[in-house]
């Protein structure tokens, strides 16, 4: 389970040099759109998208968080710590720093979603619901002052939130946080449509993505489910069927008419329109996978 593993320490006996070299392999794929995977080391696999460098060598840990630029040209890496978050970026993404902030509980677990430019975003702290706007972006609330909702699922306890994911919207006036108990949260011109909250489900929610145009978002649970609210349409999932590792992100394609998912050992699912164009399943990994995110 991607949280369970954030919280521990994991020791990892395979071959590091595919975060570099098999993101350098996976570039040779068809032109985009395609999707990039990230690992917690920093590494990105890219299939069906431009390879645009990775974080390997600047990573002092471990790197929380992917997310791509609006124009799905690029794409940052975060690599949070006790004072400060960095974001390294790729292709069209600047490089940015953000206050890390004071966290009650859990550690600096990260997510980051593009302004509408670009040239900004937002991070979101998961284990704390704390938003932190960079570049041009600008803060609409965050999750941190919600009670009684986000959590449940051991080892984290009913009492502390915690979020999986933020998507914003088009225009980068709002964004949706979701929790990994599927309750969704609408700030900024983010119009809510639906959640998850108060139903039971077989696994947390670990990821959401918005259709193109911010009428609607599809959400992702570990065990593969996915969860369709608004204009977005349901193409399909892995819920109730076997799966090697938990899933860890959805991306959508460019004109919403389907959806990647990506699951922790790098294997990628694709459904609608989406197209298949490779994965890392099967491949030695020197990190799990952390995140997916689309190209254009």
């Given at each position: 389970?991607?949280?369970?593993?954030?919280?521990?320490?994991?020791v990892v006996l395979v071959l590091a040099l595919w975060s570099q070299t098999g993101a350098n392999e996976?570039?040779?794929?068809?032109?985009?759109?395609?999707?990039?995977?990230?690992?917690?080391?920093?590494?990105?696999?890219?299939?069906?998208?431009?390879?645009?460098?990775?974080?390997?060598?600047?990573?002092?840990?471990?790197?929380?968080?992917?997310?791509?630029?609006a124009s799905g040209q690029g794409y940052w890496i975060v690599n949070p710590s006790s004072a400060r978050?960095?974001?390294?970026?790729?292709?069209?993404?600047?490089?940015?720093?953000?206050?890390?902030?004071?966290?009650?509980?859990?550690?600096?677990?990260?997510?980051?979603?593009?302004?509408?430019?670009?040239?900004?975003?937002?991070?979101?702290?998961?284990?704390?619901?704390?938003?932190?706007?960079?570049?041009?972006?600008?803060?609409?609330?965050?999750?941190?002052?919600?009670?009684?909702?986000?959590?449940?699922?051991?080892?984290?306890?009913?009492?502390?939130?915690?979020?999986?994911?933020?998507?914003?919207?088009?225009?980068?006036?709002?964004?949706?946080?979701?929790?990994?108990?599927?309750?969704?949260?609408?700030?900024?011109?983010?119009?809510?449509?639906?959640?998850?909250?108060?139903?039971?489900?077989?696994?947390?929610?670990?990821?959401?993505?918005?259709t193109s145009d911010g009428h609607g978002y599809w959400l992702v649970a570990l065990d593969g489910g996915?969860?369709?609210?608004?204009?977005?349409?349901?193409?399909?999932?892995?819920?109730?069927?076997?799966?090697?590792?938990?899933?860890?992100?959805?991306?959508?394609?460019?004109?919403?008419?389907?959806?990647?998912?990506?699951?922790?050992?790098?294997?990628?699912?694709?459904?609608?329109?989406?197209?298949?164009?490779?994965?890392?399943?099967?491949?030695?990994?020197?990190?799990?996978?952390?995140?997916?995110?689309?190209?254009?």
């Amino acid at each position: 389970m991607k949280m369970v593993l954030r919280l521990g320490s994991m020791v990892v006996l395979v071959l590091a040099l595919w975060s570099q070299t098999g993101a350098n392999e996976a570039s040779a794929a068809p032109s985009s759109p395609g999707y990039w995977l990230e690992a917690a080391d920093g590494g990105v696999f890219a299939f069906g998208a431009p390879f645009l460098g990775s974080a390997t060598q600047r990573c002092t840990y471990n790197c929380f968080g992917f997310g791509a630029t609006a124009s799905g040209q690029g794409y940052w890496i975060v690599n949070p710590s006790s004072a400060r978050t960095d974001l390294y970026g790729f292709g069209n993404a600047s490089d940015f720093s953000v206050q890390t902030p004071s966290l009650a509980e859990g550690g600096p677990f990260t997510a980051v979603t593009s302004s509408a430019s670009g040239k900004g975003g937002w991070v979101l702290y998961e284990s704390s619901g704390v938003v932190a706007p960079f570049g041009d972006a600008k803060w609409f609330g965050d999750g941190s002052g919600i009670t009684g909702c986000c959590g449940g699922w051991p080892p984290f306890g009913s009492s502390i939130p915690y979020f999986a994911g933020i998507a914003s919207t088009p225009d980068g006036g709002g964004y949706w946080l979701v929790g990994i108990d599927g309750g969704v949260f609408a700030y900024g011109d983010a119009t809510f449509y639906g959640s998850m909250g108060g139903t039971p489900m077989n696994a947390p929610i670990s990821g959401i993505a918005r259709t193109s145009d911010g009428h609607g978002y599809w959400l992702v649970a570990l065990d593969g489910g996915i969860f369709s609210f608004g204009d977005a349409a349901f193409h399909g999932s892995m819920g109730g069927k076997p799966l090697n590792a938990d899933m860890v992100g959805i991306a959508a394609n460019p004109d919403g008419t389907g959806y990647w998912t990506g699951a922790m050992d790098g294997g990628v699912f694709a459904f609608g329109d989406a197209p298949f164009l490779g994965s890392m399943a099967g491949h030695p990994l020197a990190h799990w996978i952390d995140g997916i995110a689309a190209s254009r």
